[in-house]
């Protein structure tokens, strides 16, 4: 028996997860070679011509309101690659993994102040998280690093992005596949121009920055992004998050294993917490401890 369309969405964002956990010792690995806004302008670039490269007549046909939705989800990407690629510059990959992928606990606050009644156990959820991130950002001095405030900052514009985007996907006349790859041009569009103003924009210089920069386009950029438009039509924007909870388990792994990172004690307890509020966010649990029926 095959696998049902949502649980193929779900490996792929487990593997979209893989993807971004090794994406953050990359862009440290590329940043000591071209500046922020330049990097992404090339990951993002070169992400979308790849992929209208390789799918040109499914892009020919896109209408007005699918460019309108990538056009303000390339704006978002530019927001949270600010929060990201800076967050990355000024704390520990660890710490970047973990406070980035803070989206999960953020969509359903957001969307209790647009109006939709929240469980009570959101705010069990948001205390944990709050209790977590104090533990894995907050120096001796009881004050937050400057990396990971960029890295909260980028959080909370992933979780306004996935908003946009779960509304955009389900409207009848937006093509979930064109989206994904607009979105990418638009990004990398703003992310160029906001370089050439600042920056002192060049390519890399050499093979390393090379294949750091390549890998962050095709896997973490074009395939990742992509993906996840396609399989937001089979879930919504928050249970994403149960599976995106992955990536700072990766990233942990990652910055271990080849950055040499190891945590302080009280940032793995705010680890924990921090991955035990996604958990709670996201499992069922009357369909995990489902009550008895009385005789």
């Known amino acids: 028996m095959g696998l049902s369309p949502k649980a193929k969405a779900d490996c792929a964002l487990i593997m979209v997860a893989l993807f971004w956990g090794v994406s953050y010792l990359l862009m440290d690995v590329s940043l000591a070679d071209v500046e922020s806004f330049n990097l992404n302008a090339l990951r993002f670039l070169i992400a979308f011509f790849i992929a209208a490269a390789f799918s040109f007549p499914k892009l020919r046909s896109v209408n007005k309101v699918t460019l309108k939705y990538s056009a303000v989800l390339g704006a978002l990407f530019v927001l949270v690659f600010i929060g990201a690629t800076y967050g990355v510059m000024y704390t520990s990959l660890s710490n970047a993994g ?4 803070l989206s999960v606990v953020f969509t359903p606050v957001l969307l209790f102040f647009m109006g939709r009644k929240q469980e009570p156990r959101v705010w069990l959820v948001v205390l944990l998280a709050l209790a977590g991130i104090a533990l894995l950002s907050l120096d001796r001095d009881l004050r937050p690093a400057l990396g990971d405030l960029l890295c909260i900052f980028c959080a909370m514009a992933y979780a306004v992005l996935l908003l946009v985007m779960e509304k955009a996907v389900r409207r009848e006349e937006v093509d979930a596949y064109q989206i994904g790859v607009f979105q990418l041009g638009f990004a990398g569009a703003f992310n160029l ?17 090379w294949a750091a920069v390549l890998f962050l386009a095709v896997f973490c950029t074009g395939v990742a992004y992509v993906i996840q438009a396609l399989a937001q039509q089979y879930t919504s924007a928050t249970s994403v998050g149960v599976i995106f909870c992955l990536e700072p388990v990766f990233a942990g792994v990652v910055a271990y294993v080849w950055a040499d990172e190891v945590l302080l004690p009280r940032a793995y307890l705010g680890a924990v917490l921090l991955i035990l509020s996604i958990l709670l966010m996201e499992v069922d649990l009357e369909k995990l401890f489902p009550k008895r029926k009385k005789c």
Do not use: V, W
Request: glycine share 4%; hydrophobic share 40%.
């Open 98 to 101: 973990f406070l980035c992928c």
């Open 193 to 209: 121009i906001l370089s050439l103003l600042l920056e002192e924009t060049h390519l890399p210089s050499d093979g390393k920055t």
